[in-house]
Each structure stands twice: as structure tokens, then as C-alpha cells.
């Protein structure tokens, strides 16, 4: 066994973490607040679709899914107070108006022949933006000072990933024509457009480029 | 002989009692019991699936509370499949007793659980082969309930519901097999009427 | 999409059939002793055992209750989580707004989408418990009862329905088939059961703490909100399809609902009213009946 008095690095070679990270505490807490009023959006169009839509593995994913959007806006809750921001709903706000249009217009559909659109909605627009600030978050972020930041995002993400493809699986067996296809790009089309005025789930900046 | 029903018109459900008729004239035909009369009693006031058989002089006599010929989706109103399935079992379980082999069955009010889920068995796979549609897993569900989940129960439903022709005693010996094999924790307790 | 769906506009697929309560009110056939005078006449048993001759059919047409009421409770927790606002959560803009009495806590929120997805797996088990037992999904009427009367404009109101009236109800059920399962030998059914009854136990008790922190300060709806309870239970108790008689198919989980924090009383209460459901049917039949016989022919 080596000399266990011998001096060693801190860091093991292998051990890349580096400082400083992109965001500091305000801004962090300012993106985390967007993330919980998202992720709360979410889980509330997922539960409140439950009983709209027809297909009973649709009804038995969006029951599931819900508890997992509500799951992360949990964390992203707990996290707050350790970011300086004592009061979790001052900053469980959307990242601007277009946000909260974008969350309209995708709870819009209601009928039950619409499940196309509102799984359109969720699985194609708004969890691939979640994938995506999350991941310039992730990746953003530093690894030493933020690390319960990471630690969330890293579960949340994997969740993200599996509801997505579940998503885009029941998507894709559910659109049999060419009309259906339409209607499903479509309505794609029309959210992307609320969510590039939008900028993305913590407003414009949310992928850097600021 | 054309089968009779009685009532001639219900209150309580929306059946037709020509609609009865004409499964029970189908079934007693393919089972060769046309010179029988054949007489089916339904009480329309209670809601109970149940059936009972008398056979008296030769003579068919069913007793069967409306549940038994109700679709289960529309309450009250008329199921065919579920008529065709109820009266099947009935007459094919009076066809055995009539055509021999059954003779030392005790009667009905006095067969164990077991012996019942048996010959019912028995009567719906052979039901099924006549073309009266039934779901396999349901009957091996109530069988199972009656003579354990093992896999020695399984093999025993398999005999019996593909079996074209059984007597009582390979049919008891059967069921006894299954029996042999059962957790003890099971229930073994008789009908209650 | 709306706040408050209504019960009518449920969606289902194509196997799916359902039956209004007026519908059951309609039906005037029962098996049960309705005749008053014959009070020495043995009551039936109805109790869902496997001694009852048709045990296995009486299993499968309760389990199917069991998966559309899954269904109807996955239903309505989704709908708390959509339907009310968030205390203290922007509504939009970018600052809180106006609170209302109708808001509910976030906390709350959490817990009902935590219920939506143990009402999904129940749903899943159901359907995989159906497929054993040999029921095919949408072959019993479906009594969209559960929704209707849980899903109140009131969260508190809501609370009592749902997580203590209808929960409670599903306590008594997973308990009556999980003894069935035990008793029968099926290795499937009594382990589903004691899973679904776990979940449903953390239910109820998540309704009773809601329900106390709500109205802390507000007795009157804390009232308002227990009577509603009672008015559900009964309904529930159609018939008196649920009690401590044996001529009830699904009896009270006396222990399991003291587990989910149910006082005696409360029990005892939910019992009566029960009794009285049981009571109050045979004598409106024996009613209908006696009234037909009287009716002039033709």
C-alpha cells in the first residue's frame, strides 16, 4: 500500500471539474424559477388531459408522466431556498408573456379526437425545449459549485429523455395518414413560433447567445 | 319438439322470449336432444346469473334468473353469445345425464364446487367446438378458483375442456387429480345454495 | 381546454358502455330478501367469497369495477392538478396575482399528481389482473358515478370525494378481493390487491391531513366538506353494496381504513349509512313491485 501520509493532488488526474461555471447564484435561481413554473405547467395540462383523451395508453402515460413533471418542479421548489431566494414563489414566475401564451395555446386542445395535438404539443415542442435548456444548463454550469444543481438535472433529464420517447413512440403509432401528419406539423409549427418569441423555457438566452 | 319459454313477454328486462327460443331450438338441435321437450322458466326479477336443471320423465325442465341471458355492458337488456353460453351448459350437462355415462352423478344442488367447475369445464370447451363463442381464459380462472393455480391444475383444465367425451368417473378422476395437487391454504368448503 | 369537465364529457374508446344511476335506479330486480314481513326468513348471503357458487364471475365483474374506478380516480386527481390554481404562483405575467379560497397549496399539487400515477399503475394492474381472470376490457356497464359525485368545484369538497369518500371505498374493495385472492390460492390477485390497498391506505391519509390544514381556520367548511363526505359515502354505498352485512358483496375494511386514519365513529357512520342504502332499496322494490301487482291489467 502507498505511503498513506504522502502528499496527493486534491484532484485526481482524472477529475476534469473546472471553475468557474456560466451562471452565478441570481442567475441560477432566476432560471431555476422558470424551470419550476414550466415543469408546473406541464404536470398540470398532463393530469388535466387525463380524462380528455380516449386512448387508454395514452390516459396511463400522461397519469405517469404527470407525476414526473411534478416531480422536478418539486426539486427545482427545494432548490430555490438554497439559491438565496427565501421565498420559492416570487421567482416560480414564467420566464415572460409569451411563455404563458405558449403554455395556452399548447392547453388548448381539449376534444378527444385531438390527442395528436396535445401529445404534439408536449413530447414534439415543449420536453425537447426542456431537453435542451437543461442540457446547456448541465453543461454550462459548474461542476463544483453547482453541483446539487447538476445532481437535479441530471435526474431530471434522464426522465426527460424516457417521457419523450415514450411520447414520440405513442406519436408515431398513433399517426396513420398524411392528414394526420399534417395536422401534427401543424400545430408543431404553431407552438414553435410562441416558443421562439418565447426564447425557450427560461426566456431568450436560454441555449447562451446572449 | 319446439322449445317452450316461459314468460311469454318480460317487464323487468328487455328480452324476447322468441329470441330464446330460437338459440335454445339451435343448441338442443346440434346436441341431438329434439325429441326432448325442453322447457326454459325464466324469473325475470332477480338479477342473478344463475341456472338450474330438472330432468323429469325424460323431460328438460331450466329455471334460469334473468342474469344469466343479460349483456353485461347494456344491464337488462339481451345478450346472445352470453344466452347461447348459459343454455349450452345446461343442456350439454343434461345431455350427459341422459345419455348415460353420468348415472351416479349426484344431483345438481349436490355437486362440490369442484365437481361443478369441472363439468363446466367439461360442457364450454365442447361448447366452443360447436361454435358458441367463449373466452377460454374465464373458464380456466373459475376452474383454477376451484382446484388450485398449480400447473397440475392447468394440465387437468386442458383434459377436460378438450375432451369429447368423458364419464362421470374419468371426469371426478380428473378433477380429483387437480384436487391431489392443490395448497392447502386453498378453501375447500361446500356451496352455498 | 375547460376547467371542470363534466362527467358527460369523459372520453372512452369504443368497448367502453355506461350506465347512468338512473338507469340502476330503474332496474327493480334484486335478489336480496325485500319481503319486511319475514323477518324470520335468513338473509342472503351476498359477501364475495369463494364459497359463493358464482365466486369467480362475482370476482371478475368486481375487478372490472375496480379498473373503471382506477380509471375515474386517475381522472379526477388529473383534474385537481389542472383545474385549481396554485397559492402564490403567478397565474401569468411575471408576478403573483390575486389569491382565491379556490386555490390549493402547491404541496397539495404534488400529492395529487403523485396519486395520478399510483392511479395509472392500478389502472395497468386492473388490466393485467382483467386479462388473468378472463374479462375483456369494457365488458361490464361502466358507472361513471365515481367522477361525478367526487369531482366537485370545491378543492376541499373535492378532497372529502375523492380521497375519502372514493378512496375509502376502494380501501373497502382491495381489501374484500385481496381476502378472496388469499382464500382462493390466486398468487396474482392477493399480491395486486395488498399493492393497490398500500397506495390507497397513503391516499386517504394524504386526504384527512389536506382536508385538516385547508380549513384549519374555517370550521364551517371543514363541515361543509365532512357532510358532502357523507353524502358521497352514500351514494357509494348504493344499494348497500358495500357494509358490514353479509348481504353485502364488499364488506368495510375496518382496520385499513383506521390505518388511513379513519376514527371508529367514522366507520361506524359510513356502516349506518350503508345499512340504511340496503334498507331504503328493498323497500323502494318491495314499493314498485307491490305497485305493479296493483296496477290494472292492460
Same mark, same amino acid.
Given at each position: 500500500?502507498?505511503?498513506?501520509?504522502?502528499?496527493?493532488?486534491?484532484?485526481?488526474?482524472?477529475?476534469?471539474?473546472?471553475?468557474?461555471?456560466?451562471?452565478?447564484?441570481?442567475?441560477?435561481?432566476?432560471?431555476?424559477?422558470?424551470?419550476?413554473?414550466?415543469?408546473?405547467?406541464?404536470?398540470?395540462?398532463?393530469?388535466?388531459?387525463?380524462?380528455?383523451?380516449?386512448?387508454?395508453?395514452?390516459?396511463?402515460?400522461?397519469?405517469?408522466?404527470?407525476?414526473?413533471?411534478?416531480?422536478?418542479?418539486?426539486?427545482?421548489?427545494?432548490?430555490?431556498?438554497?439559491?438565496?431566494?427565501?421565498?420559492?414563489?416570487?421567482?416560480?414566475?414564467?420566464?415572460?408573456?409569451?411563455?404563458?401564451?405558449?403554455?395556452?395555446?399548447?392547453?388548448?386542445?381539449?376534444?378527444?379526437?385531438?390527442?395528436?395535438?396535445?401529445?404534439?404539443?408536449?413530447?414534439?415542442?415543449?420536453?425537447?425545449?426542456?431537453?435542451?435548456?437543461?442540457?446547456?444548463?448541465?453543461?454550462?454550469?459548474?461542476?463544483?459549485?453547482?453541483?446539487?444543481?447538476?445532481?437535479?438535472?441530471?435526474?431530471?433529464?434522464?426522465?426527460?429523455?424516457?417521457?419523450?420517447?415514450?411520447?414520440?413512440?405513442?406519436?408515431?403509432?398513433?399517426?396513420?395518414?398524411?392528414?394526420?401528419?399534417?395536422?401534427?406539423?401543424?400545430?408543431?409549427?404553431?407552438?414553435?413560433?410562441?416558443?421562439?418569441?418565447?426564447?425557450?423555457?427560461?426566456?431568450?438566452?436560454?441555449?447562451?447567445?446572449? | 319438439?319446439?322449445?317452450?319459454?316461459?314468460?311469454?313477454?318480460?317487464?323487468?328486462?328487455?328480452?324476447?322470449?322468441?329470441?330464446?327460443?330460437?338459440?335454445?331450438?339451435?343448441?338442443?338441435?346440434?346436441?341431438?336432444?329434439?325429441?326432448?321437450?325442453?322447457?326454459?322458466?325464466?324469473?325475470?326479477?332477480?338479477?342473478?346469473?344463475?341456472?338450474?336443471?330438472?330432468?323429469?320423465?325424460?323431460?328438460?325442465?331450466?329455471?334460469?334468473?334473468?342474469?344469466?341471458?343479460?349483456?353485461?355492458?347494456?344491464?337488462?337488456?339481451?345478450?346472445?353469445?352470453?344466452?347461447?353460453?348459459?343454455?349450452?351448459?345446461?343442456?350439454?350437462?343434461?345431455? $350427459?345425464?341422459? =345419455?348415460?355415462? %353420468?348415472?351416479?352423478?349426484?344431483?345438481?344442488?349436490? !355437486?362440490?364446487? #369442484? &365437481?361443478?367447475? *369441472?363439468?363446466?369445464?367439461?360442457?364450454?370447451?365442447?361448447?366452443?367446438?360447436?361454435?358458441?363463442?367463449?373466452?377460454?381464459?374465464?373458464?380456466?380462472?373459475?376452474?383454477?378458483?376451484?382446484?388450485?393455480?398449480? $400447473?397440475?391444475? =392447468?394440465?387437468? %383444465?386442458?383434459?377436460?375442456?378438450?375432451?369429447?367425451? !368423458?364419464?362421470? #368417473? &374419468?371426469?371426478? *378422476?380428473?378433477?380429483?387429480?387437480?384436487?391431489?395437487?392443490?395448497?392447502?391454504?386453498?378453501?375447500?368448503?361446500?356451496?352455498?345454495? | 381546454?375547460?376547467?371542470?369537465?363534466?362527467?358527460?364529457?369523459?372520453?372512452?374508446?369504443?368497448?367502453?358502455?355506461?350506465?347512468?344511476?338512473?338507469?340502476?335506479?330503474?332496474?327493480?330486480?334484486?335478489?336480496?330478501?325485500?319481503?319486511?314481513?319475514?323477518?324470520?326468513?335468513?338473509?342472503?348471503?351476498?359477501?364475495?367469497?369463494?364459497?359463493?357458487?358464482?365466486?369467480?364471475?362475482?370476482?371478475?365483474?368486481?375487478?372490472?369495477?375496480?379498473?373503471?374506478?382506477?380509471?375515474?380516480?386517475?381522472?379526477?386527481?388529473?383534474?385537481?392538478?389542472?383545474?385549481?390554481?396554485?397559492?402564490?404562483?403567478?397565474?401569468?405575467?411575471?408576478?403573483?396575482?390575486?389569491?382565491?379560497?379556490?386555490?390549493?397549496?402547491?404541496?397539495?399539487?404534488?400529492?395529487?399528481?403523485?396519486?395520478?400515477?399510483?392511479?395509472?399503475?392500478?389502472?395497468?394492474?386492473?388490466?393485467?389482473?382483467?386479462?388473468?381472470?378472463?374479462?375483456?376490457?369494457?365488458?361490464?356497464?361502466?358507472?361513471?358515478?365515481?367522477?361525478?359525485?367526487?369531482?366537485?368545484?370545491?378543492?376541499?369538497?373535492?378532497?372529502?370525494?375523492?380521497?375519502?369518500?372514493?378512496?375509502?371505498?376502494?380501501?373497502?374493495?382491495?381489501?374484500?378481493?385481496?381476502?378472496?385472492?388469499?382464500?382462493?390460492?390466486?398468487?396474482?390477485?392477493?399480491?395486486?390487491?395488498?399493492?393497490?390497498?398500500?397506495?390507497?391506505?397513503?391516499?386517504?391519509?394524504?386526504?384527512?391531513?389536506?382536508?385538516?390544514?385547508?380549513?384549519?381556520?374555517?370550521?364551517?367548511?371543514?363541515?361543509?366538506?365532512?357532510?358532502?363526505?357523507?353524502?358521497?359515502?352514500?351514494?357509494?354505498?348504493?344499494?348497500?353494496?358495500?357494509?358490514?352485512?353479509?348481504?353485502?358483496?364488499?364488506?368495510?375494511?375496518?382496520?385499513?381504513?383506521?390505518?388511513?386514519?379513519?376514527?371508529?365513529?367514522?366507520?361506524?357512520?359510513?356502516?349506518?349509512?350503508?345499512?340504511?342504502?340496503?334498507?331504503?332499496?328493498?323497500?323502494?322494490?318491495?314499493?314498485?313491485?307491490?305497485?305493479?301487482?296493483?296496477?290494472?291489467?292492460?
Amino acid at each position: 500500500m502507498a505511503d498513506p501520509f504522502k502528499a496527493r493532488a486534491p484532484f485526481a488526474p482524472w477529475d476534469r471539474r473546472t471553475l468557474p461555471g456560466l451562471f452565478d447564484v441570481e442567475e441560477t435561481a432566476r432560471r431555476v424559477g422558470n424551470y419550476k413554473w414550466a415543469e408546473m405547467k406541464l404536470f398540470e395540462a398532463l393530469g388535466g388531459w387525463v380524462a380528455t383523451v380516449p386512448e387508454l395508453d395514452v390516459k396511463m402515460r400522461l397519469g405517469t408522466h404527470c407525476y414526473h413533471h411534478a416531480w422536478h418542479a418539486e426539486l427545482w421548489h427545494k432548490r430555490l431556498p438554497e439559491l438565496r431566494e427565501m421565498n420559492p414563489d416570487r421567482l416560480t414566475v414564467p420566464a415572460n408573456d409569451a411563455m404563458v401564451r405558449f403554455v395556452e395555446a399548447m392547453t388548448e386542445p381539449e376534444a378527444p379526437d385531438q390527442t395528436i395535438e396535445k401529445l404534439t404539443g408536449v413530447y414534439r415542442v415543449f420536453i425537447p425545449r426542456f431537453i435542451a435548456a437543461y442540457t446547456y444548463h448541465l453543461n454550462g454550469t459548474s461542476e463544483i459549485t453547482d453541483a446539487p444543481t447538476i445532481r437535479s438535472l441530471k435526474l431530471i433529464l434522464q426522465d426527460e429523455f424516457d417521457d419523450w420517447r415514450d411520447g414520440e413512440m405513442i406519436l408515431q403509432s398513433l399517426i396513420e395518414t398524411p392528414e394526420e401528419a399534417a395536422r401534427a406539423a401543424s400545430h408543431q409549427q404553431k407552438l414553435e413560433s410562441i416558443m421562439i418569441e418565447a426564447g425557450g423555457i427560461a426566456g431568450p438566452g436560454t441555449l447562451g447567445g446572449m | 319438439m319446439p322449445v317452450t319459454v316461459s314468460p311469454d313477454t318480460f317487464t323487468y328486462v328487455s328480452f324476447e322470449a322468441a329470441t330464446i327460443q330460437r338459440i335454445a331450438d339451435e343448441l338442443v338441435g346440434a346436441l341431438g336432444l329434439q325429441d326432448r321437450i325442453v322447457t326454459i322458466a325464466v324469473d325475470e326479477t332477480s338479477p342473478l346469473a344463475r341456472t338450474d336443471m330438472q330432468i323429469v320423465d325424460g323431460a328438460i325442465a331450466i329455471r334460469a334468473a334473468s342474469g344469466a341471458f343479460e349483456d353485461t355492458r347494456k344491464p337488462r337488456q339481451q345478450s346472445e353469445t352470453i344466452t347461447a353460453t348459459a343454455l349450452g351448459r345446461v343442456l350439454l350437462r343434461a345431455s $350427459d345425464r341422459l =345419455d348415460g355415462g %353420468f348415472g351416479e352423478a349426484p344431483p345438481d344442488e349436490e !355437486l362440490s364446487l #369442484a &365437481q361443478v367447475a *369441472a363439468w363446466e369445464t367439461y360442457c364450454i370447451g365442447r361448447l366452443e367446438r360447436l361454435g358458441v363463442h367463449v373466452n377460454r381464459q374465464r373458464w380456466l380462472y373459475n376452474f383454477r378458483n376451484r382446484h388450485g393455480f398449480t $400447473d397440475a391444475g =392447468d394440465v387437468a %383444465f386442458d383434459a377436460l375442456w378438450s375432451s369429447p367425451g !368423458l364419464t362421470w #368417473a &374419468q371426469l371426478c *378422476a380428473i378433477s380429483e387429480s387437480a384436487l391431489a395437487n392443490r395448497a392447502p391454504a386453498a378453501t375447500s368448503a361446500p356451496a352455498q345454495p | 381546454m375547460r376547467k371542470f369537465l363534466p362527467v358527460d364529457d369523459l372520453a372512452r374508446d369504443e368497448r367502453f358502455a355506461a350506465i347512468t344511476m338512473k338507469e340502476r335506479f330503474a332496474d327493480q330486480r334484486t335478489a336480496l330478501n325485500i319481503d319486511g314481513a319475514a323477518q324470520d326468513k335468513p338473509r342472503t348471503k351476498f359477501r364475495l367469497t369463494p364459497e359463493r357458487r358464482d365466486a369467480s364471475d362475482g370476482a371478475r365483474g368486481l375487478m372490472h369495477g375496480i379498473f373503471v374506478g382506477e380509471i375515474q380516480a386517475l381522472e379526477g386527481a388529473g383534474r385537481t392538478c389542472f383545474d385549481f390554481e396554485t397559492a402564490g404562483v403567478a397565474k401569468t405575467g411575471t408576478a403573483a396575482t390575486e389569491s382565491s379560497d379556490m386555490d390549493v397549496p402547491f404541496a397539495l399539487k404534488l400529492d395529487m399528481a403523485r396519486q395520478c400515477w399510483d392511479e395509472a399503475r392500478h389502472v395497468e394492474i386492473s388490466v393485467k389482473l382483467s386479462d388473468w381472470m378472463g374479462t375483456e376490457i369494457g365488458q361490464y356497464a361502466e358507472n361513471t358515478v365515481l367522477f361525478a359525485a367526487a369531482c366537485s368545484n370545491d378543492p376541499v369538497l373535492r378532497l372529502a370525494g375523492v380521497n375519502r369518500a372514493l378512496e375509502g371505498l376502494a380501501i373497502d374493495v382491495f381489501t374484500t378481493m385481496k381476502e378472496f385472492g388469499d382464500l382462493a390460492g390466486d398468487p396474482y390477485l392477493e399480491f395486486c390487491e395488498d399493492w393497490m390497498l398500500a397506495d390507497e391506505v397513503t391516499h386517504v391519509r394524504m386526504g384527512s391531513d389536506w382536508l385538516r390544514k385547508v380549513t384549519e381556520h374555517d370550521p364551517e367548511r371543514r363541515k361543509k366538506a365532512l357532510d358532502f363526505q357523507g353524502v358521497v359515502d352514500k351514494l357509494f354505498s348504493y344499494g348497500g353494496t358495500r357494509s358490514d352485512s353479509d348481504e353485502s358483496p364488499i364488506g368495510l375494511a375496518r382496520r385499513f381504513r383506521s390505518l388511513a386514519g379513519f376514527t371508529d365513529d367514522e366507520v361506524e357512520a359510513i356502516n349506518e349509512v350503508s345499512i340504511q342504502a340496503l334498507d331504503e332499496r328493498k323497500a323502494r322494490i318491495a314499493g314498485a313491485r307491490a305497485a305493479a301487482d296493483h296496477a290494472p291489467a292492460g
